[in-house]
């Protein structure tokens, strides 16, 4: 009756194991440790930076724990925060001798001090948030008006290639502000280029004014339209945000939008403000412009004369100089996706790039025009900027689709495809709130989130023990198994553990008891019923259990409420929540009663139960005679 067969017993172990070895990482704790990444997306990270700086450590006199080399930048962990230091600025020294033009970012970070043989097995920490581990948090401010001036510019060309295209004269196009000036010599012509435009701009609205003996058009962007391009400027900045902070390896990082025009950022673990800032900083913008051919411009790349008027000089990756015209063609808005891949023909390796519409067309015409002259692509950092490439035009190229060649190996093509793809800023931002949480100040809240866990563990056990007894301790057992479960979980989906997290903790631990207490209680009852000891554990669990499961399931739709509409402290609260409650379901009732059975279950003859006082009540006295 009150037996387990042999594989619950073996599906009980395993998960005993598992939760062990994947919860095991999480006490070893945090290191002080050092962060090599590349500062600009040119400058690859990899296994000779390693070697370099195992070498600046060596001569520097400094021992590391140890120095490993993940995707994106080399690690060095060290035992003490003086150490950390002290390796910081010898490999910064190393590293970057001009800073004002540095290529790598040196940074202090937290590395996790598990041991090697369990990260083999894939077992590594939970990520602790901002709050408990320490970092930066930063709001950023969206220039908004600089997105719509900046879309007011790139329309203004778009009005004047339809215009040439449909042969309609005009005097002039200008941009002021965030509306666009046309200006005309009749009302006729007027008229005709107004037709146009509110056909092919659905965006723009006009007004039309004459101005002293010529007639000037006047198209804004309408306010839907103008909310539609502020939104999409934000989600771009977001997104090109996650690119180059993801790039750089940092743990979890938060990125979200606050508000119509703020994002905030925290990145856990980075405790240098300055290099946090300079990793926000860090976004590429890219431009495509034809390469100056004329002789004035070959002598210039030599040295031998000044650049001509209308170029402009920039170094390849190579160091050599190329003279590129000023003029803008595309920019990395009209870049919808950038992929490596190999040439059908020559089988060389290439970039396929991918255009929208617009940036289709006008590659199209571009070509058309300029067949065997170069085209340089161009990628701007922090203000300077670098010829990715400068490929010769074949033919016309259309229908949005283009292929850059020359020479390139396939880790060079994968490189170029990588600083394409990391998009551009649609809009500039700055800074407006800055904070810094140092990791002493992490460790408080990871010590206070611990007593309030422990502490309540310990009250439910003494508790469940005094009213219980023997069976008060099973619960107070499959309760520690329920919280051994729940860390290992969050350590194996590597889910983010805040200090909201940590109260969800503490309120699973209340909660997950509500089911021992059910079934202790049913048990009781059946005893006081004139159940047998063996027949009131069998019904106590079978019919505390339709109880249980739906006091369960109410709960996790709330959790899953939190989940699905909530955000940043709600959702990291409500993950916990949930995973706790699932663990709860196994470690209740189906552990539990692994060990009910397995110490009552082999006797046969058994008159009592150790779960407390059972309290019948009196039998009636029958009322004496009169």
């Not at 390849?316 to 190329?322: A, C, D, G, M």
């Not at 998009?423 to 010590?447: K, Q």
């Not at 739906?550 to 909530?566: E, M, Q, R, Y």
């Not at 409500?574 to 196994?586: D, E, K, N, R, Y």
Request: proline residues 4%; contains cysteine; charged residues 20%.
């Amino acid at each position: 009756m009150n037996r387990y067969p042999i594989w619950k017993y073996t599906v009980i172990v395993i998960a005993l194991v598992v939760g062990f070895l994947y919860t095991l990482p999480n006490f070893f704790g945090e290191a002080p440790a050092v962060q090599v990444s590349s500062a600009k997306v040119t400058v690859k990270v990899d296994s000779s930076t390693k070697s370099r700086v195992e070498e600046i450590l060596k001569s520097a006199g400094i021992s590391a724990d140890f120095v490993a080399l993940d995707a994106t930048s080399v690690k060095a962990r060290f035992g003490d925060t003086e150490t950390q230091l002290k390796a910081k600025d010898a490999i910064q020294k190393a590293l970057i001798p001009e800073p004002a033009n540095a290529g790598y970012v040196v940074a202090l970070n937290l590395l996790s001090r598990s041991p090697t043989w369990l990260t083999s097995l894939h077992a590594f920490p939970m990520y602790l948030g901002l709050d408990l581990r320490g970092g930066v948090h930063f709001m950023l401010q969206v220039d908004m008006q600089a997105a719509l001036a900046k879309k007011a510019e790139s329309l203004s060309g778009d009005i004047r290639t339809s215009l040439r295209e449909k042969n309609v004269r005009h005097s002039g196009i200008s941009r002021n502000g965030q509306t666009i000036e046309v200006r005309f010599r009749d009302m006729a012509t007027l008229s005709s280029a107004k037709s146009l435009i509110l056909d092919l701009f659905t965006d723009l609205q006009t007004v039309e004014a004459p101005d002293g003996t010529e007639f000037k058009l006047t198209a804004s962007i309408k306010p839907e339209a103008a909310r539609r391009v502020q939104d999409q400027s934000l989600k771009q900045n977001i997104t090109t945000l996650h690119n180059r902070i993801n790039e750089l390896g940092v743990a979890e990082p938060v990125i979200q939008q606050q508000g119509l025009d703020r994002i905030v950022v925290q990145l856990p673990g980075v405790q240098d403000t300055a290099k946090a800032k300079d990793i926000l900083g860090r976004t590429a913008t890219l431009e495509v412009r034809m390469v100056d051919e004329s002789s004035e411009a070959r002598a210039a790349e030599g040295g031998a004369a000044a650049v001509p008027f209308g170029s402009e000089r920039y170094l390849e990756r190579n160091s050599q100089p190329v003279i590129v015209k000023k003029q803008v063609i595309l920019t990395g808005e009209n870049l919808t996706d950038a992929q490596p891949g190999f040439d059908s023909q020559t089988q060389e390796a290439v970039v396929n790039l991918t255009l929208d519409a617009k940036g289709a067309r006008i590659f199209r015409d571009v070509t058309r025009e300029s067949v065997g002259k170069r085209m340089a692509i161009l990628l701007f950092e922090k203000g300077k900027g670098e010829v990715v490439t400068a490929p010769v035009i074949r033919s016309e190229i259309g229908g949005g689709r283009v292929q850059i060649s020359g020479r390139m190996t396939s880790m060079e093509a994968n490189d170029t495809a990588l600083l394409l793809r990391a998009g551009s800023l649609a809009a500039p931002m700055e800074i407006i709130e800055e904070t810094t949480i140092g990791p002493s100040l992490g460790a408080e809240n990871i010590a206070k989130g611990f007593n309030s866990v422990t502490y309540g563990f310990a009250a439910v056990a003494v508790f469940m023990c005094v009213y219980y007894v023997l069976f008060g301790m099973f619960s107070s057992i499959s309760l520690a198994v329920n919280l051994l479960l729940l860390v290992a979980v969050l350590s194996m989906l590597q889910a983010t553990l805040t200090l909201p997290g940590m109260a969800a903790m503490a309120l699973v631990l209340g909660m997950a008891i509500d089911s021992n207490v059910l079934i202790n209680e049913r048990v009781r009852e059946e005893l006081r019923n004139g159940a047998s000891a063996q027949a009131a554990i069998n019904a106590g669990y079978d019919r505390a259990w339709a109880t249980i499961l739906d006091s369960n399931v109410t709960t996790l739709i709330a959790g899953l409420a939190l989940l699905a509409f909530g955000s940043g402290p709600v959702r990291g609260f409500a993950v916990v929540h949930c995973l706790g409650i699932l663990t709860s379901m196994f470690s209740g009732v189906f552990f539990s009663r692994g060990l009910v059975n397995l110490w009552y279950g082999r006797k046969n003859r058994l008159k009592s139960l150790s779960i407390g006082t059972v309290w019948r009540p009196e039998a009636e006295t029958p009322a004496a005679p009169k």
